[in-house]
């Protein structure tokens, strides 16, 4: 089995070009890439040879070294697994957190045509004239921080009657396979580790949720 600092080595020669053809290095000059001894750093390409990763031929100036297909098996797996890690697991975003109280505003925005036209516009669904309020876990906050960063839905304010309404955006999210969206009004009274998300039905009723209650939003394909 390949160890972590022989995969360092590994990954090194396919950076110079080492999976293309041979690459010339000395022990010197990759024991500086590596930030170790030359001594070090030929004990690893050692290593790496006698496990077949690669294969050297020695010169008077140094040595030329390929990454075999066993060594670049080794590699596409290591690139399998960082997918895996930075694919934020197939494009979902999870966000927990647990039910809590409104101020009872989000009836009346989410009851306003101008506001109800967009949403069934951009998200698919006129919502129920309410907002669930979720208080995010400190776990989720950096989730949430790169949520933010996502392509979100404008919602245009408006004005009539001489009032005039917000901006907000929103973004599309799952509850138990729900259909919802993530709402954030341009000016909110809400910290940051608490949102609002609105769907097609009451979710409290349809889920049976009440304060204090653990709430799982999905955001993404």
């Known amino acids: 089995m390949i160890l972590p600092e022989e995969l360092q080595c590994l990954k090194a020669i396919a950076l110079l070009g080492g999976c ?34 690669v294969s050297r031929t020695i010169a008077p100036d140094g040595q030329d070294i390929l990454v075999t297909p066993l060594g670049e098996g080794e590699l596409r797996r290591e690139y399998q697994e960082y997918s895996r890690i930075f694919s934020d697991h197939n494009g979902v975003f999870v966000l927990t957190g647990t039910v809590i109280s409104g101020i009872g505003e989000g009836k009346y925005y989410m009851s306003l ?48 009657d001489g009032r005039t309404f917000g901006d907000a955006r929103c973004i599309p999210c799952r509850i138990s396979d729900i259909p919802c969206s993530i709402i954030v009004p341009g000016r909110t009274h809400y910290p940051d580790d608490v949102i609002e998300v609105i769907a097609p039905v009451a ?12 709430v799982t939003v999905e955001v993404g394909e």
Do not use: C, M
């Open 20 to 53: 293309r053809g041979p690459v010339r290095v000395s022990s010197q000059s990759l024991g500086a890439t590596l930030g170790t001894s030359p001594q070090t750093a030929s004990r690893r390409l050692q290593a790496l040879e006698r496990q077949r990763l």
């Open 113 to 160: 045509e101008p506001y109800k036209e967009q949403f069934n516009r951009h998200l698919g669904f006129e919502p129920y004239p309410g907002t669930l309020n979720i208080r995010l876990l400190p776990s989720s906050l950096p989730v949430r921080k790169k949520i933010e960063a996502l392509d979100w839905t404008r919602i245009k304010g408006f004005s009539t």
């Open 203 to 214: 979710l409290r009723r349809v889920l049976g949720l009440e304060d204090n209650d653990t």
